[in-house]
């Protein structure tokens, strides 16, 4: 069993920057694969960002705006949010891929973990 705790959302204002947090427990942590997904009221959760090894993955909508990394001695993922925008508001998912193998980083079925999410507010 894998537990997730995001930590680190809040209110901000447009332009303005956030550093999300995701704390994993599990002796493995840096063989797993870790993503955030975020949830709009109304919308669909989407992909933020994943990384897998090395490897990173972004959505479109946030290239060159966030970027996703982890410290493998802390079990802790993070992404650095800048320039936020009010259409980035959500609640923000962590998840975590556990299992052996290579899946797409971008696809919620993916990942086997979730955390219970975190507010981010971006006001105009």
């Known amino acids: 069993q894998v537990q997730l705790i995001e930590s680190g959302g809040g209110l901000v204002q447009a332009g303005g920057s956030l550093r999300l947090s995701c704390a994993a427990s599990?002796?493995?942590?840096?063989?797993?694969?870790m993503g955030w997904f975020r949830q709009a009221p109304g919308k669909e959760r989407e992909f933020v960002a994943g990384?897998?090894?090395?490897?990173?993955d972004y959505a479109d909508s946030v290239k060159g705006r966030f970027t996703i990394s982890r410290d493998n001695a802390k079990n802790t993922v993070y992404v650095q949010m800048n320039s936020l925008q009010p259409e980035d508001t959500a609640v923000y998912y962590c998840?975590?891929?556990?299992?052996?193998?290579?899946?797409?980083?971008?696809?919620?079925?993916?990942?086997?973990?979730w955390g219970q999410g975190t507010q981010v507010t971006v006001s105009s």
């Open positions: 998840a975590a891929d556990s299992r052996p193998g290579v899946r797409s980083l971008t696809t919620p079925d993916t990942y086997n973990y």
């Open positions: 599990g002796r493995t942590f840096s063989s797993y694969a």
């Open positions: 990384i897998r090894w090395n490897n990173k």
